[in-house]
């Protein structure tokens, strides 16, 4: 709930415009709607001048006319334009009429809006409807499955989580893939846009694909741009006040079936036994009473809850929306959560030939993360045993944990580290942007814009001294008692952009021009520091509560700064022939003097067919078909690529003893070579539509080429330095993308279907001479690495063994090839392939045994409607992507001493001759630990995104309620449904294949709400 808040809107409105001396011909009049109410704010222009009016409170006008034969030209957003020839008329009453479709079809294209049917590039707009209907945090989740070609995975059910978003696909190996965020004109100076932006207040969506539609941004659309424009005011329009508030329970959405103490036991006793080590001593002969379900510990029912109020109102020459919103988010993990409070102010004002405007957003999000260390808290849930009591009120902290009779106790205990463990990131950031734009004379029109982005981020982390055993021995991976670790981050960015729009008709040609400089700053400051012991405490959690030092305190500065000139001409014939060219010269700081400028450009051609002569009386409403290539560039690379670093770890000792910490050469190596990550795009596609507009289809096919890609490289120890930048290779994106769409209506009943789908295919094209292939960093738990980028793959290869079942008897093992070295192998063992044919398993016979591409997304939105009553179904899905399951890997690999599923009491014997389940044995004791498509699953699955039913109140029972503009109910369920072959916690995984050790799960989410308007 949110407490002790008062919200009051004041909104004035001052109205006022100059006299202008007395002239030979004065025309007056009023103009309204169809419902005969007054449009408030009305352009009145006197045709081929600038001169020209707008209508008061009460839709009135009155003009001094200047030309011999005047014709007055009368628009309003939202409604169609209308010409009228005064002749000896003084007097005019004038109706408008709504343009309802003008205003769906109208597309964000960067620095400007177009039709829909003259877009020549590959845009897909997302309307409110879509969106705000949603129970959702973040808009991104409201987007999954609706459009084609956008690739978002909730790979981390963390509250607050931002989703891992992709635009045809990932076409970079070190630099971000992260698409470009466009919000209200202001460039946001990272991705994180889950905690800037509160869905409610989005009116649409605009998603650029392709180089044509993104070239206008340059070098940093290679990855694609997302615009979305936030709720304004409308002109002419009522005060109008909005109430939302929906709420409800989570649970997570799934849980592994592990072993209880009995089983855990007895499968603990078999491989100590199979493997000649010792039982472990609590677990040898003795009966066991504890039973503990860790994730059943550590999970619970969660909840999240919204509120929010917003208005809008406007004016003869101007408009105001704003907005307040609390989002409350209680995760389904003990400890965890996220709350977020915004408040949104959009303003415009039009004074005759000027129009002035600003946009301003306060958000602050704090973020209850728990524990993030070696592996997460689900990892240690998982591996726990289950023969270990949660609490002990005799240890310090209350809890209790593995010791010495207990077998491997160097684990983290989950409940006690996520209970005990402090740790939250507060950030405050604040996105303000002001215009001014003036009509220099009829169709040229200078706008300037200046916007600003600051944001503040402070992350703590304490952790109190605890105990888990009688040993005296402080817990595994804090040695040092309490532990306090503090973070303030400082990022800030100011954007200026000048351009110059002119727009003109030539009888049938129709031209539109754009030129524009802008500049842009960004920088970001950070401090940390860590301390342990001494005075620490949960009384006291405060720096200087102890001199004890873990690690030197840092504080980086970064500056960018990039400089742009930008230009667009658009030009059509008829409406039938159209074409776009786009120029965009950027300049980066990241580079040096001699890389740092590049060009990059687009063009695109279009053919509206269905206006053509020959179709008039032929079955397309709309048929368009159109091309596209063009260049774009990447500039989400590490700051300092360019530049060599110093390393500051070097200490020396002088006078004996005095310890001296110094700098000295020996980490990244300057290459002055380094140049801009560059993309080629080229596309093709058909909209159409038949059947009196009800049934519409897209379809696209693209090729996208990434060149000269970043790779952080590491270098041999023996060159005296850790590691360079260089561009590494290519990667190709090539796929296809349909949508369709129905709608209709009968009678009171109205439906509409929309599906999408995308075919996509990556693969590396060239690497730099002298790179054969690139492999993930070797993680600590990792004998090899599970990724390979090599030519004629994707970025996201799974390499490894491959497996060819279980060895049955010894007999099959002689019969060879030779096992893999190192350990014996037996039957029961993984048997693997001898891919090179020379009669020995060996490092060589490692190849590629799976590709995470997602080869195919997919949604599809069923929405339906009868007198009050809405329903709406969503689902989204994924096909094709292997993955490689790390915890199956765990919780079936006899890895030290932890617990595991419940598949392992079918483990491979001499009487049970498992085809499934290797024997029992410890992992150092097998080589069934080795990387190979023994681990490796499909991760394809259909998710029931949102469904939800609602029920509007009608006019006549709303008017009886104070007269209420809207009133409507509805219940909501998401992620209800998973249909999948995976056997892991949830096929949604990040999207190189490689699980995490342990991830926060998905939850399943149960909603109520009500929606109120006056």
Same mark, same amino acid.
């Given at each position: 709930?949110?407490?002790?808040?008062?919200?009051?809107?004041?909104?004035?409105?001052?109205?006022?415009?100059?006299?202008?001396?007395?002239?030979?011909?004065?025309?007056?009049?009023?103009?309204?709607?169809?419902?005969?109410?007054?449009?408030?704010?009305?352009?009145?222009?006197?045709?081929?001048?600038?001169?020209?009016?707008?209508?008061?409170?009460?839709?009135?006008?009155?003009?001094?006319?200047?030309?011999?034969?005047?014709?007055?030209?009368?628009?309003?957003?939202?409604?169609?334009?209308?010409?009228?020839?005064?002749?000896?008329?003084?007097?005019?009453?004038?109706?408008?009429?709504?343009?309802?479709?003008?205003?769906?079809?109208?597309?964000?294209?960067?620095?400007?809006?177009?039709?829909?049917?003259?877009?020549?590039?590959?845009?897909?707009?997302?309307?409110?409807?879509?969106?705000?209907?949603?129970?959702?945090?973040?808009?991104?989740?409201?987007?999954?499955?609706?459009?084609?070609?956008?690739?978002?995975?909730?790979?981390?059910?963390?509250?607050?989580?931002?989703?891992?978003?992709?635009?045809?696909?990932?076409?970079?190996?070190?630099?971000?893939?992260?698409?470009?965020?466009?919000?209200?004109?202001?460039?946001?100076?990272?991705?994180?846009?889950?905690?800037?932006?509160?869905?409610?207040?989005?009116?649409?969506?605009?998603?650029?694909?392709?180089?044509?539609?993104?070239?206008?941004?340059?070098?940093?659309?290679?990855?694609?741009?997302?615009?979305?424009?936030?709720?304004?005011?409308?002109?002419?329009?009522?005060?109008?006040?909005?109430?939302?508030?929906?709420?409800?329970?989570?649970?997570?959405?799934?849980?592994?079936?592990?072993?209880?103490?009995?089983?855990?036991?007895?499968?603990?006793?078999?491989?100590?036994?199979?493997?000649?080590?010792?039982?472990?001593?609590?677990?040898?002969?003795?009966?066991?009473?504890?039973?503990?379900?860790?994730?059943?510990?550590?999970?619970?029912?969660?909840?999240?809850?919204?509120?929010?109020?917003?208005?809008?109102?406007?004016?003869?020459?101007?408009?105001?929306?704003?907005?307040?919103?609390?989002?409350?988010?209680?995760?389904?993990?003990?400890?965890?959560?996220?709350?977020?409070?915004?408040?949104?102010?959009?303003?415009?004002?039009?004074?005759?030939?000027?129009?002035?405007?600003?946009?301003?957003?306060?958000?602050?999000?704090?973020?209850?993360?728990?524990?993030?260390?070696?592996?997460?808290?689900?990892?240690?849930?998982?591996?726990?045993?289950?023969?270990?009591?949660?609490?002990?009120?005799?240890?310090?902290?209350?809890?209790?944990?593995?010791?010495?009779?207990?077998?491997?106790?160097?684990?983290?205990?989950?409940?006690?580290?996520?209970?005990?463990?402090?740790?939250?990131?507060?950030?405050?950031?604040?996105?303000?942007?002001?215009?001014?734009?003036?009509?220099?004379?009829?169709?040229?029109?200078?706008?300037?814009?200046?916007?600003?982005?600051?944001?503040?981020?402070?992350?703590?982390?304490?952790?109190? @001294?605890?105990?888990?055993?009688?040993?005296?021995?402080?817990?595994?991976?804090?040695?040092?008692?309490?532990?306090?670790?503090?973070?303030?981050? @400082?990022?800030?960015?100011?954007?200026?952009?000048?351009?110059?729009?002119?727009?003109?008709?030539?009888?049938?040609?129709?031209?539109?021009?754009?030129?524009?400089?802008?500049?842009?700053?960004?920088?970001?400051?950070?401090?940390?520091?860590?301390?342990?012991?001494?005075?620490?405490?949960?009384?006291?959690?405060?720096?200087?509560?102890?001199?004890?030092?873990?690690?030197?305190?840092?504080?980086?500065?970064?500056?960018?700064?990039?400089?742009?000139?930008?230009?667009? =001409?658009?030009?059509?014939?008829?409406?039938?022939?159209?074409?776009?060219? *786009?120029?965009?010269?950027?300049?980066?700081?990241?580079?040096?003097? @001699?890389?740092?400028?590049?060009?990059?450009?687009?063009?695109?051609?279009?053919?509206?067919?269905?206006?053509?002569?020959?179709?008039?009386?032929?079955?397309?409403?709309?048929?368009?078909?159109?091309?596209?290539?063009?260049?774009?560039?990447?500039?989400?690379?590490?700051?300092?690529?360019?530049?060599?670093?110093?390393?500051?770890?070097?200490?020396?000792?002088?006078?004996?003893?005095?310890?001296?910490?110094?700098?000295?050469?020996?980490?990244?190596?300057?290459?002055?070579?380094?140049?801009?990550?560059?993309?080629?795009?080229?596309?093709?596609?058909?909209?159409?539509?038949?059947?009196?507009?009800?049934?519409?289809?897209?379809?696209?096919?693209?090729?996208?080429?990434?060149?000269?890609?970043?790779?952080?490289?590491?270098?041999?120890?023996?060159?005296?330095?850790? *590691?360079?930048?260089?561009?590494?290779?290519?990667?190709?994106?090539?796929?296809?993308?349909?949508?369709?769409?129905?709608?209709?209506?009968?009678?009171?009943?109205?439906?509409?279907?929309? =599906?999408?789908?995308?075919?996509?295919?990556?693969?590396?094209?060239?690497? =730099?001479?002298?790179?054969?292939?690139?492999? @993930?960093?070797?993680?600590?738990?990792?004998?090899?690495?599970?990724?390979?980028?090599?030519?004629?793959?994707?970025?996201?290869?799974?390499?490894?063994?491959?497996?060819?079942?279980?060895?049955?008897?010894?007999?099959?093992?002689?019969?060879?090839?030779?096992?893999?070295?190192?350990?014996?192998?037996?039957?029961?063992?993984?048997?693997?392939?001898?891919?090179?044919?020379?009669?020995?398993?060996?490092?060589?016979?490692?190849?590629?045994?799976?590709?995470?591409?997602?080869?195919?997304?997919?949604?599809?939105?069923?929405?339906?409607?009868?007198?009050?009553?809405?329903?709406?179904?969503?689902?989204?899905?994924?096909?094709?992507?292997?993955?490689?399951?790390?915890?199956?890997?765990?919780?079936?690999?006899?890895?030290?001493?932890?617990?595991?599923?419940?598949?392992?009491?079918?483990?491979?014997?001499?009487?049970?001759?498992?085809?499934?389940?290797?024997?029992?044995?410890?992992?150092?004791?097998?080589?069934?630990?080795?990387?190979?498509?023994?681990?490796?699953?499909?991760?394809?699955?259909?998710?029931?995104?949102?469904?939800?039913?609602?029920?509007?109140?009608?006019?006549?029972?709303?008017?009886?309620?104070?007269?209420?503009?809207?009133?409507?109910?509805?219940?909501?369920?998401?992620?209800?449904?998973?249909?999948?072959?995976?056997?892991?916690?949830?096929?949604?995984?990040?999207?190189?294949?490689?699980?995490?050790?342990?991830?926060?799960?998905?939850?399943?989410?149960?909603?109520?709400?009500?929606?109120?308007?006056?």
């Amino acid at each position: 709930m949110i407490n002790r808040i008062r919200l009051f809107y004041f909104l004035v409105f001052v109205l006022c415009w100059g006299s202008a001396q007395a002239q030979d011909k004065i025309v007056s009049g009023i103009i309204r709607d169809v419902n005969k109410q007054p449009l408030i704010g009305t352009n009145v222009v006197e045709k081929g001048t600038i001169n020209g009016t707008i209508t008061d409170l009460e839709g009135k006008f009155s003009l001094v006319l200047t030309t011999e034969n005047p014709v007055l030209v009368f628009s309003f957003i939202g409604y169609l334009e209308q010409e009228i020839t005064v002749g000896s008329q003084t007097d005019l009453m004038v109706t408008l009429e709504e343009d309802l479709a003008e205003l769906d079809e109208l597309v964000v294209i960067g620095y400007g809006t177009q039709k829909k049917e003259n877009v020549t590039g590959a845009i897909t707009k997302v309307g409110k409807d879509a969106i705000e209907g949603r129970p959702v945090a973040d808009f991104q989740s409201a987007l999954q499955g609706q459009v084609a070609g956008l690739q978002i995975t909730g790979t981390d059910g963390q509250p607050g989580a931002a989703p891992t978003i992709r635009i045809r696909g990932t076409g970079t190996i070190t630099g971000g893939s992260e698409p470009l965020y466009v919000i209200d004109g202001v460039i946001l100076q990272d991705g994180d846009a889950f905690s800037t932006i509160n869905p409610s207040d989005i009116e649409s969506v605009n998603v650029l694909k392709d180089a044509s539609a993104a070239a206008i941004y340059g070098a940093r659309a290679a990855n694609g741009v997302i615009i979305i424009q936030t709720k304004r005011g409308k002109s002419g329009g009522k005060p109008q006040f909005n109430v939302n508030i929906f709420g409800g329970p989570k649970t997570v959405t799934n849980k592994l079936d592990m072993m209880n103490s009995q089983e855990y036991q007895q499968v603990m006793n078999t491989v100590k036994d199979n493997s000649g080590l010792p039982r472990i001593p609590n677990l040898d002969g003795t009966t066991i009473t504890t039973n503990t379900d860790w994730q059943d510990e550590l999970y619970q029912t969660g909840y999240q809850q919204s509120y929010e109020l917003s208005g809008s109102t406007s004016g003869k020459n101007g408009s105001i929306y704003a907005s307040i919103n609390h989002y409350d988010e209680k995760g389904t993990m003990i400890n965890t959560g996220f709350t977020r409070t915004s408040m949104r102010i959009n303003s415009d004002l039009t004074v005759k030939r000027f129009k002035f405007g600003n946009t301003i957003s306060y958000t602050r999000s704090n973020y209850n993360l728990g524990y993030l260390g070696d592996r997460n808290p689900t990892f240690w849930a998982l591996a726990y045993s289950p023969a270990i009591e949660v609490k002990n009120p005799d240890n310090l902290g209350g809890y209790n944990g593995l010791g010495p009779l207990d077998g491997d106790y160097n684990m983290i205990q989950p409940v006690a580290t996520q209970n005990l463990l402090d740790r939250n990131r507060v950030i405050n950031r604040v996105i303000a942007s002001v215009y001014g734009e003036v009509e220099l004379f009829h169709g040229l029109n200078f706008k300037t814009n200046l916007a600003a982005d600051v944001s503040n981020i402070h992350h703590k982390m304490f952790m109190p @001294e605890f105990y888990l055993n009688d040993t005296g021995e402080p817990p595994y991976l804090f040695p040092r008692g309490a532990e306090l670790h503090e973070e303030r981050n @400082e990022r800030s960015m100011w954007l200026w952009e000048n351009t110059l729009n002119y727009k003109k008709t030539f009888g049938k040609h129709n031209l539109g021009l754009l030129a524009g400089y802008t500049m842009q700053h960004s920088r970001q400051n950070w401090m940390n520091a860590s301390v342990y012991g001494g005075n620490l405490s949960s009384e006291l959690p405060i720096l200087n509560g102890s001199p004890n030092i873990i690690a030197d305190s840092k504080s980086p500065l970064y500056d960018k700064n990039t400089l742009s000139y930008i230009g667009r =001409a658009i030009y059509d014939y008829d409406g039938k022939y159209m074409a776009t060219f *786009n120029f965009r010269r950027d300049g980066s700081s990241v580079f040096t003097d @001699e890389n740092r400028f590049h060009n990059f450009m687009s063009g695109s051609v279009g053919w509206l067919i269905s206006k053509e002569g020959f179709m008039v009386n032929g079955p397309f409403d709309l048929l368009k078909l159109r091309a596209s290539y063009g260049s774009l560039g990447n500039d989400q690379i590490n700051q300092r690529a360019t530049q060599s670093l110093l390393n500051s770890v070097p200490r020396y000792v002088f006078n004996g003893g005095t310890l001296v910490p110094t700098v000295a050469p020996g980490a990244q190596v300057f290459n002055p070579a380094l140049v801009w990550e560059k993309q080629v795009q080229t596309n093709v596609g058909i909209d159409a539509a038949v059947l009196k507009n009800r049934l519409s289809f897209t379809v696209d096919y693209f090729i996208k080429v990434s060149d000269d890609l970043l790779l952080d490289y590491t270098l041999p120890s023996s060159t005296g330095y850790k *590691n360079v930048f260089v561009n590494a290779g290519e990667v190709q994106n090539k796929g296809w993308e349909f949508s369709v769409n129905w709608g209709d209506k009968k009678g009171e009943f109205t439906y509409s279907i929309g =599906a999408n789908a995308t075919f996509i295919n990556n693969e590396v094209t060239r690497l =730099a001479e002298g790179l054969p292939f690139i492999t @993930e960093s070797k993680k600590a738990n990792w004998e090899f690495t599970r990724n390979r980028i090599e030519v004629g793959h994707s970025l996201y290869s799974l390499y490894g063994f491959k497996s060819d079942g279980i060895y049955q008897s010894q007999a099959e093992i002689d019969a060879g090839p030779t096992p893999y070295p190192g350990a014996e192998t037996k039957p029961g063992d993984i048997r693997y392939v001898d891919v090179n044919g020379d009669g020995e398993i060996t490092d060589d016979d490692r190849t590629f045994i799976g590709d995470a591409n997602q080869s195919v997304t997919y949604g599809m939105n069923i929405n339906m409607g009868y007198k009050g009553f809405d329903f709406n179904l969503q689902l989204q899905g994924v096909y094709g992507n292997d993955v490689f399951n790390s915890t199956r890997f765990y919780t079936q690999g006899y890895d030290r001493d932890f617990n595991m599923t419940k598949d392992v009491l079918g483990a491979w014997t001499p009487e049970n001759k498992s085809t499934t389940q290797p024997r029992a044995i410890a992992k150092q004791l097998s080589n069934n630990d080795v990387i190979s498509d023994w681990w490796v699953e499909k991760a394809s699955y259909l998710r029931v995104k949102n469904l939800q039913l609602g029920y509007s109140f009608n006019e006549s029972l709303r008017s009886k309620m104070g007269g209420l503009s809207k009133l409507r109910l509805y219940v909501a369920g998401q992620n209800l449904f998973t249909f999948t072959n995976y056997s892991g916690l949830d096929p949604e995984v990040q999207l190189d294949g490689i699980i995490p050790d342990g991830t926060y799960p998905m939850s399943r989410s149960f909603i109520a709400g009500i929606q109120v308007g006056f």
